[in-house]
């Protein structure tokens, strides 16, 4: 979980410290259709997990996304 942590915010470019896995990515300053997409790709190169993006939508926090990656 923590490495996930690290992954999602390198893609946001903040330090780990800065979000939770309660955290609502989407409301997260950066937080655009490029970082969405970003995290798309982090999450298939690191986990191979492909998620379509209908699927992306109905995830609010970064504890979905987790669990998403780890459900496979």
Not at 10 to 23: G, R, S
Not at 51 to 66: G, N, P
Request: hydrophobic content about 45%; overall charge negative.
């Amino acid at each position: 979980m923590e490495k996930f942590l690290e992954l999602v915010a390198e893609v946001f470019e903040i330090e780990p410290d800065e979000i939770a896995m309660d955290t609502v990515f989407r409301d997260l300053d950066d937080f655009c259709s490029m970082v969405g997409f970003s995290l798309l790709v982090m999450m298939e190169d690191e986990y191979g997990v492909k998620m379509s993006v209908d699927e992306f939508l109905k995830c609010i926090t970064i504890q979905d996304l987790y669990d998403r990656c780890v459900k496979d």
